[in-house]
C-alpha cells in the first residue's frame, strides 16, 4: 500500500520517531537508571581487583606505549620526553571508553535475551545502560590520570575548557556507534567477531601510542579520517601542548619539512559524524526494534 493512502496515524516520519524516541526514553528513566547499576554491580561483584579494572586498559596501553616511544626515542638518538607520556596518558582513557563501550553496546541486545523476548520496553535503553556503565568506569580512570598529570609537567591553561566539549563528542560518537552495531548484531550474529578484530587492531589507526605528527603530513591527514582522532589529538593540543583548537597547529619533525597538522575544521568532522551518526542509529534503531523480539 503507497505511503500516501495510509490513514494519518500509520504514516512514519523521521521527525514522528525523533519525538518517539525522545518520549520512551524520558518516560524510563528510571529504568536506564536500574540497568546502569545492574551492569555497574555485575562489573565488579566478586572481582579481586575492585575499581583496578576501570584503569586496565588505560594502564595497558601506557605501558605498551612506553615500550614504543622508548625504542623510538632511542633508535633516534634523543631523550624520552615527559610530554609524551601525557599525552599517552591522557589518550588511553578516552580509547578505553571507546573500546568497552562498544564491546558492552554490541552484545547488550543478545546478552539480554529475556528481557526483550519477554517485556516490553525502548530497547535503545540496553545499549545507552552499557556506555553509561563504562562511563564510570572511565570516569575512575580520568580521576587518576589528572591526578598524575601535574607530577609530569603538565600544567593547567585557559585551553582546558575545550575538555568537556570534545568528551561531549566523544560520548555522543560512540552512543552513534553502539546503537548501529548492537542493531547489527542481532540480525548478523559474526558483527561481534568483526568488531572485536576491528578493536583489536584499531589502536595501529588511532593515534593513542604515537602522535599523529609522526606518521607526517600525508599519514597524519590520513589518519584524521579516523572521527574519533581528531578528537584524541584535541585533548592533546588542549591539554598537554595549551593550544587554541580554532587555530591551525604546524608540526615540526626532523625527518619532515613543517606542515599545518591540525585545522579548525577537524572538529566539525567529528561533530559531523558525532550527530549525524546519532541520527541514523536512533532511527535505524528504532524502525528494527519491532523485530528483535522475533529474531532473537
Known sequence: MPVESLPPENRRTIFGDLKEIVTELSTTRDLIHQLTLRDIRVRYKQA??????????PAAVV???????????TAANRRFLTSELAAMAIKSVPWGFFVGSINASTASLLGNMALVTKVYFPREVLPLSSILAQSFDSMIGAVLVVLLLPFIGVTP??????????LVLLWILVLAVG????CANVFFRDVKYLVQVFLMFGIFITPVILDATVYGHRGSQLMMLNPIAPILEG???AIVDHQNLLVEVVATTKATEPFVF???WFLGYSAAWAFGGLFFSAILFHRSERRFAEIV
Not at 579481586?48 to 586498559?57: D, E, H, M, R, T
Not at 612506553?66 to 626515542?73: E, I, K, P, Q, S
Request: aromatic fraction near 18%; glycine fraction near 8%.
Open 262 to 264: 591540525w585545522h579548525p
Open 48 to 57: 579481586v581487583f575492585g575499581f583496578g579494572w576501570a584503569v586496565l586498559i
Open 179 to 182: 546503537l548501529f552495531l548492537a
Open 235 to 237: 585533548l592533546r593540543l
Open 157 to 166: 591553561s585557559i585551553q582546558l575548557l575545550w575538555v568537556p566539549l570534545l
Open 63 to 73: 605501558c605498551a606505549g612506553l615500550v614504543v616511544r622508548f625504542a623510538l626515542a
